[in-house]
């Protein structure tokens, strides 16, 4: 099964968990060896929650690389960093998709991490 946001067409895998209002499965983008993690609302009426998950996320990444930013002035080691950003997982995409019953996805990517079946 694919499914296609406005920008990419993912190719979706095995299920490898799921939650009261949302689904996980791995994924390929087309085109690419990009493993991912496709969140899928279980019901429309869970998008929401899978909206706000993906801007919980970005924000997480803003405030890490403030914070990353900001200890560039402090640190005492050029290549030492915080790295919060290892902490979470970045949405690299979300979309509601038609093809899924309008139901909304959320990709997932976990950085420093090239095979999602090793997490």
């Known amino acids: 099964m694919t499914v296609e946001s406005q920008t990419h067409r993912y190719q979706v895998g095995a299920q490898v968990a799921e939650a009261s209002m949302y689904r996980l499965y791995l994924c390929k983008q087309e085109g690419t060896?990009?493993?991912?993690?496709?969140?899928?609302?279980?019901?429309?009426?869970?998008n929401g929650a899978l909206d706000r998950s993906a801007y919980i996320l970005e924000r997480l990444l803003h405030?890490?690389?403030?914070?990353?930013?900001?200890?560039?002035?402090?640190?005492?080691?050029?290549?030492h960093f915080l790295n919060y950003q290892l902490c979470f997982p970045e949405i690299t995409d979300t979309f509601v998709s038609a093809s899924q019953g309008g139901r909304r996805i959320n990709i997932l990517r976990f950085r420093g991490v090239d095979d999602v079946h090793a997490m």
């Open 33 to 46: 060896d990009r493993q991912y993690l496709l969140q899928i609302a279980t019901e429309m009426t869970h």
């Open 63 to 79: 405030e890490a690389e403030r914070l990353e930013e900001e200890y560039t002035h402090v640190k005492d080691n050029p290549r």
